[in-house]
């Protein structure tokens, strides 16, 4: 059964580095999300993205984030200079489509630790 | 900014018998329903969903009903097993905001006891 993967399953950096956590969405999907889960609090909506660009961002999702899909498989998100505040699990979803009925498939998601 | 709210942290059933999972909701731009599974170190999985033109939608030994007049929906599972225990998280989407975006309750635990 095709699945979303993600790199690295954790990933420890000190306060004002740049980090990059991979994603591979499933083969055959068009969109790609990034989720966020602060630990003991909900899972939050980050970014949406399809065709190559943004369709959709939180107003978590602020300069210091951007996603790129630099080849046709990698979904990546990066944080600039991160703190401690963007200590979180870091999940990628993928879609076939936008509508509704669309299921978004989660991967397993990246701890990010800031120290 | 609370729309999906799930009042319930945690909940304890017996092996066999029915475990109801409640979620309520806020925005009435809502128009489809989901529920997700969550294992330690694992990512959600989607369970089943419900459109808001409907108020029931059934698999196997998942129903998830929806009352759109109280904003509420709940999922039931019948007979609850032990492989059931996990994080069980409301979703809900809008096409007014993009039928893109996921808004996610709190979660609610469940452990079924044998």
């Known amino acids: 059964e095709p699945e979303v993967t993600q790199t690295p399953s954790h990933q420890v950096t000190q306060m004002g580095q740049e980090v990059i956590l991979r994603c591979v969405p499933i083969?055959?999907?068009?969109?790609f999300y990034w989720y966020r889960q602060i630990l003991g609090q909900k899972v939050e909506f980050l970014v949406s993205f399809y065709n190559n660009e943004i369709s959709e961002k939180s107003e978590i999702f602020d300069d210091q984030f951007s996603v790129e899909r630099p080849d046709g498989s990698n979904f990546t998100l990066k944080i600039r200079s991160t703190k401690l505040e963007d200590s979180a699990m870091y999940f990628c979803?993928?879609?076939?489509?936008?509508?509704?009925?669309?299921?978004?498939?989660f991967g397993p998601g990246t701890r990010l630790t800031v120290l | 900014d609370q729309q999906v709210k799930q009042n319930s942290p945690s909940l304890s059933v017996q092996e066999g018998r029915i475990s109801i999972l409640n979620c309520d909701y806020t925005?009435?731009?809502?128009?489809?329903f989901l529920w997700y599974k969550k294992y330690p170190a694992e990512g959600p999985t989607f369970l089943i969903s419900i459109s808001s033109i409907k108020d029931k939608n059934e698999d196997g030994r998942f129903t998830v009903f929806l009352n759109k007049s109280a904003k509420h929906l709940s999922l039931h599972i019948v007979p609850s097993q032990p492989g059931d225990s996990a994080v069980y998280f409301c979703a809900a989407r809008t096409i007014d905001q993009g039928a893109q975006k996921l808004v996610f309750g709190q979660g609610t635990r469940l452990t079924i006891n044998p």
């Open positions: 979803a993928s879609s076939e489509g936008a509508w509704s009925y669309n299921e978004q498939f």
């Open positions: 083969s055959n999907h068009l969109y």
């Open positions: 925005n009435s731009m809502f128009d489809y």
